[in-house]
Structures are given as C-alpha cells and as structure tokens.
C-alpha cells in the first residue's frame, strides 16, 4: 500500500464548475499538507499548505485536511479553464524529518 | 530570486554515456531533492540529503549517484545511460515540509 493514495483521473468539468480533488494517507506521524499544482511541461508549484488538522482558504481555492480519516481535499470554487493542469498532494511529518512524500498527481481539465 | 536552478534544461544522451544534472538553490534549504517525472506519472523521488555531506537513497535510486558537499548546490550523476532513464527530472528543496521546485531537466537516452 501507497503511503499516498490519489486518484489520478483525469477529471474534466465545465468551466464555473466546483472541483474536489482529494488524497488519503496511511501514516498518522504527516503533519504538513501541501498541494501543488503542475502545469505541462513546467515544475511543480506550491498552491496551498495546511499544518495539522482544519480548512484553510485562498480565494477561490480552500484546503481542508482530516487527520482522524487521513484524508485531505483540495476544493476549487469557479473554476476557470486556467485552472486546467495536474494537481498533486504533498505530505511531510513535522520537526526535522521533512522528507516528501507525493500523491500520483490529479489531471483536471476545464472546458469552456 | 532565484530559487531552485537547474541545469540543462535539455539532453540528448547516447546508450552508456555519463552526465550530471546540476541542481542549486539560494533560500539556506537544508532538505534537497531530486525526482523523476515519467509522461502521465507521478514523482518518483530518486535521491534526497538532509544537508550537507548527508544524503539517503529514495525509491527509484538505481542508476543514479548523488552529493552534496554544500547546503546550495545537489547534483544528480547518471553512469552508464539507460534508455529507461529518459524522462523528466525535477530538484527540489524544502523548508518546514515545503518544497520548491526547479524548472525541470528534459533528458532523451538514445
């Protein structure tokens, strides 16, 4: 088993739509949660980080991570076909040990 | 600011030839990584350092060769090129468990 699971699509919405994107883990020890985003041929960029447990929100983008489910999820209100990329989760434990450990990645696309 | 540098951006390689990617960062990171990104995959991470002189195998480190004898700069060493080594390798380096990535090297074995 993956100590990162996501579902690698791909995921094709309308534009405007509302996009869920999510990943489960296996160990309990991750503290930080990140999602990055990817477009083709570019390197991964930080979109959200989240410490712990709660919501956190930017925009149209809001993060929210369960720790007692070991399940994170990225949601993208109004979506537009900007948005259209791959989408991967991160996740670290805490304190010095702050090795990454990546989901297989998202591929949303946004139609007009 | 520059970030997390990498070099080249492209590469043709021959069956058996050796190259190095060169990887440097300006932001004081102790954690270094290098990854690879094969077409409609994920990251694969192939080596990591936890800072200078220190440095563990990931999940994929067959074929490669690391160093890091300074906290900026993480090269990647391929010895005897494979053609299953052609893909898309990405340095990163992180702070608190947030990584930042470099642009990417584009490597073709033929």
């Known amino acids: 088993q993956k100590e990162v699971e996501q579902d690698p699509g791909p995921l094709s919405v309308p534009e405007g739509a509302i996009v869920s994107l999510n990943c489960t883990y296996s160990?309990?020890?991750?503290?930080?949660f990140m999602w990055y985003r990817q477009y083709s041929r570019k390197g991964p960029e930080l979109l959200m980080y989240t410490y712990s447990s709660g919501n956190k929100e930017d925009g149209r983008f809001t993060a929210q991570v369960d720790k007692s489910s070991k399940y994170i999820s990225l949601f993208i209100r109004d979506s537009q076909p900007s948005d259209s990329a791959t989408y991967l989760c991160a996740m670290s434990r805490s304190g010095n040990t702050g090795k990454l450990i990546f989901g297989q990645g998202t591929t949303l696309q946004v139609k007009p | 600011n520059a970030g997390v540098t990498q070099t080249p951006k492209f590469r043709i390689l021959k069956i058996g030839q050796s190259m190095t990617l060169q990887c440097t960062q300006d932001?004081?990171?102790?954690?270094m990584y290098w990854y690879r990104q094969d077409p409609g995959m994920g990251l694969k991470l192939i080596y990591y350092s936890v800072g200078a002189g220190i440095t563990d195998k990931g999940e994929v480190p067959n074929g490669y060769n690391v160093s890091r004898s300074t906290t900026e700069d993480f090269p990647l060493r391929l010895e005897l090129a494979a053609p299953s080594q052609t893909s898309v390798y990405f340095c990163a380096s992180s702070y608190e468990g947030i990584a930042f990535f470099g642009q990417g090297t584009r490597l073709t074995v033929v």
């Open positions: 160990n309990s020890a991750f503290q930080y």
């Open positions: 932001m004081n990171h102790n954690y």
